[in-house]
């Protein structure tokens, strides 16, 4: 199945590529030159928009500053969440009308894809132009990403904690301390987007999904970099500590009255979890770490591909026995070195170096 995404009427200037075919790899629309499509135009975002491809549907998911809109640019997609295209569909980004045509690649005739709609947020009549001045905290309210089927998976697996969020929380008082978290959690589930993750659970951290190792290290290196920025903005230090685990894990999906008292959507079952938090546990603020079987299939992926970050650097601190896992486990890094502190963590209560380790 084909995805055809054409601009309705283009510019006399425009010099770009006015109709872009997406195969079921997906990819993204913004402004820079390493999109899969590139817009430019200072009202189109770095990187826009992302194409996805699930369950046979593609879908279109807002990850900029000034919106994806639909319905005459009217409405505007919720940051994040994947919203379904149809044969037919229009939808908006920065001055550009974009017309949607879904092809199966059996016949070559437009296939009928019915998808849920996405919930979206009405807004004032807004000429298309005027898309710019909305800001990430126009959105409409967020939504989790769309659940993982029950069954047992083999998943990449990021645990993240925010380091010292109780004691910012008694220096600063409930209030500015729940502002300043919800923009460190704005900033995580923008990257989510960005980079194919779904979001499990969320209590200090987060649990969340990846199909591939490397796109956990890029959303990692991207947060930990994002949160740095953050903190400077704010005048006060945001760090959080990163683990990524591959691993294979069982979902199991809670009915919808449980759901409606409060538990979440799913949960996921496996000593693949609780190893992961035992890895994270390990690290310190501004620190990603991985086990054998991610760092292996993680670097293994990088290799000929310049990292958007910069220069990844990619360490072994040997092995570590980790409480409730029968075996040392070897433990492994990546960073950037004007970010991440590139050290053998200290040992903890759940987690210490193996004596046998060099």
């Known amino acids: ?11 006399v200037d425009f010099t770009e590529d006015s109709r872009k075919v997406f195969d079921e790899h997906g990819g993204t629309i913004g402004r820079r030159a390493d999109n899969s499509w590139t817009l430019v135009d200072p009202r ?46 229009i939808f908006c980004i920065g001055p550009y009308k974009i017309r949607v045509s879904v092809q199966s690649t ?36 967020r ?22 969020s109780t004691r910012m929380t008694e220096e600063l008082g409930d209030t500015r301390a729940s502002e300043i978290f919800g923009r460190q959690d704005r900033l ?23 199909d591939r190792p490397i796109e956990a290290v890029n959303f990692s290196m991207a947060y930990h970099r994002a949160l740095a920025e953050l903190s400077t903005a704010i005048g006060i230090e945001m760090t959080t500590r990163v683990a990524i685990h591959l691993g294979e ?14 538990a979440n ?13 035992r890895l994270m546990g390990l690290a310190s603020g501004r620190q990603t770490l991985l ?45 950037i070195p004007d970010i991440g502190p590139l050290m053998a963590p200290a040992d903890t209560e759940k987690a210490r170096r193996s004596p046998h380790s060099t």
């Open 1 to 11: 199945m084909f995805l055809t995404l054409e601009i309705i009427n283009p510019p």
């Open 44 to 89: 189109v975002s770095g990187t826009h928009a992302t194409i996805t491809f699930q369950h046979g549907v593609y879908s279109v998911v807002d990850t900029s500053t000034n919106g994806v809109f639909i319905e005459g640019a009217l409405t505007r997609l919720p940051l994040g969440r994947p919203h379904g295209l149809r044969s037919g569909d």
């Open 249 to 262: 894990v069982v979902v199991r999906h809670n009915n919808s009255e449980d759901i409606a008292r409060g």
């Open 188 to 210: 995580a589930r923008d990257l989510l987007a960005q980079y194919n993750g779904t979001e499990i659970d969320k209590t200090d951290g987060f649990l969340l999904f990846f």
């Open 143 to 164: 939504h989790p990403s769309p659940v993982p089927p029950e069954g047992t998976f083999l998943k990449t697996l990021v645990i993240t904690d925010l380091v010292a």
């Open 265 to 277: 959507s799913v949960e996921v079952e496996g000593l693949a979890k609780p190893f992961t938090a």
């Open 291 to 335: 086990s054998r079987s991610a760092f292996d299939v993680a670097r293994r992926a990088a290799v000929g591909m310049e990292s958007e970050h910069g220069q990844l650097s990619w360490i072994t601190h040997g092995d570590y026995i980790l409480k409730g896992v029968e075996e040392s486990v070897e433990v492994f890094e990546v960073g």
């Open 106 to 141: 059996g016949n070559n005739e437009d296939a009928t894809v019915i998808a849920p709609r996405a919930l979206t947020r009405p807004v004032d009549a807004l000429p298309l132009d005027a898309s710019s001045a909305w800001s990430v905290a126009d959105a409409s309210p």
